[in-house]
């Protein structure tokens, strides 16, 4: 009797070892969650818009936080270049290449990567006669993959940006809610 109690024990150990590990397991993905694209892509555009001095503050901190999270030397790299110009106000073209930065470093993780490089491009491009062959590959794919996106809020603000034609002054407010509109 004394030997099969011995090794029922050893089997309760066992077992409860086993759950013990598949828990830490468990809260170790679960911490870890999903890499932190949206949320820096989502946040780096509110912080264009942020006018209150303390949602700016918030917005830095979190960025901050997120750029840490994402454990990208690219992503701190183009942070780092922002931080320069935040304290006056860093032109679009930083925003749109936090943004950029960001999408190419998770490309796997943000499903519409292609389409946010191929309308960003178009963005970078448009009007520049040394990269005409760019832009026009650029502004061609994404009008072929936004047609297969089937998001008609993005559609209908790519037709407002074309219809622009680098010319309006809401240029840049159009790409970067078209690119929120894309992410989501």
Not at 76 to 95: F, G, I, N, V
Not at 117 to 140: P, Q, R
Request: aromatic letters at 6%.
């Amino acid at each position: 009797m004394a030997v099969q109690r011995g090794v029922g024990g050893i089997i309760a150990s066992v077992v409860g070892i086993v759950i013990i590990v598949l828990a830490v397991v468990a809260v170790v993905n679960i911490m870890s969650g999903s890499p932190p694209a949206k949320d820096l892509i989502y946040k780096s555009i509110d912080l264009r818009s942020a006018s209150d001095p303390v949602d700016k503050a918030d917005l830095i901190s979190t960025i901050d936080d997120l750029v840490a999270q994402a454990e990208s030397d690219e992503i701190k790299d183009q942070w780092d270049r922002m931080m320069q110009c935040l304290s006056t106000s860093c032109p679009d073209e930083a925003y749109l290449d936090m943004v950029l930065v960001t999408v190419a470093t998770f490309e796997e993780d943000v499903p519409e990567s292609a389409l946010l490089i191929n309308i960003i491009a178009t963005s970078k491009y448009w009007g520049d006669a040394e990269h005409l062959l760019d832009f026009s590959k650029a502004m061609s794919m994404a009008n072929e993959q936004l047609q297969i996106v089937e998001n008609r809020k993005a559609e209908k603000l790519w037709e407002d940006i074309v219809e622009c034609n680098n010319a309006c002054p809401e240029k840049n407010d159009l790409y970067f809610e078209l690119i929120k509109a894309i992410v989501q």
